[in-house]
């Protein structure tokens, strides 16, 4: 990208927040995220100043929202409209390239740190080595255990930022 293209998207994220950008950090893919860490109650409302004891909290926090029991009564799949026939062979190479050429752009890696740009630059040779993984995938039966890792992003509602309830986590897969 040019940088007319990446000044001209700084001043875009400056106008929107009201000012210059303070604090911000550039992930590989261009993307802007705010590296603060402002200080976050404990359970019991004292705030937690260290590094180390915030990231013991937001786990306690997350772990305790998103690891609920599972429901009494599990859902009937099978009665829920009509039956879809799902291919069970392994993706062609042209289906890939099709699937990389539609991704969009700018958008925040996961924890490979693989962005859409990256596969974009070559599409023909990311469908070849994607193939080469899927095949595999296929014969194995077995998803890569980097696939089923996710990082939890923390977005603010409102409410005081102290509080690990006013946050929503997101999952970048």
């Not at 990208?1 to 550039?26: A, D, P």
């Not at 013991?56 to 690891?67: G, I």
Request: proline share 6%; hydrophobic share 30%; aromatic share 6%.
């Amino acid at each position: 990208m040019s940088k007319r293209w990446h000044s001209k998207q700084k001043k875009l994220r400056e106008k929107r927040s009201g000012g210059t950008i303070q604090k911000k950090t550039k992930t590989v893919c261009g993307k802007f995220h705010n590296d603060s860490n402002a200080p976050v109650a404990d359970k019991q409302g004292r705030l937690i100043t260290s590094k180390e004891e915030q990231d013991k909290r937001w786990a306690e926090h997350f772990q305790e929202v998103l690891h609920q029991t599972e429901p009494a009564l599990a859902a009937n799949v099978e009665s829920r409209g009509p039956q879809v026939n799902i291919p069970l062979e392994t993706p062609t190479l042209r289906e890939i390239d099709e699937a990389i050429k539609t991704l969009k752009n700018v958008k925040a890696p996961g924890t490979d740190m693989l962005c859409p740009e990256m596969f974009k630059a070559n599409p023909k040779y990311s469908a070849n080595t994607l193939m080469r993984l899927f095949e595999s995938i296929w014969r194995c039966k077995k998803v890569p255990t980097d696939w089923k890792k996710g990082i939890i992003a923390k977005i603010p509602k409102k409410g005081t930022r102290t509080d690990c309830n006013n946050w929503r986590g997101i999952t970048l897969l």
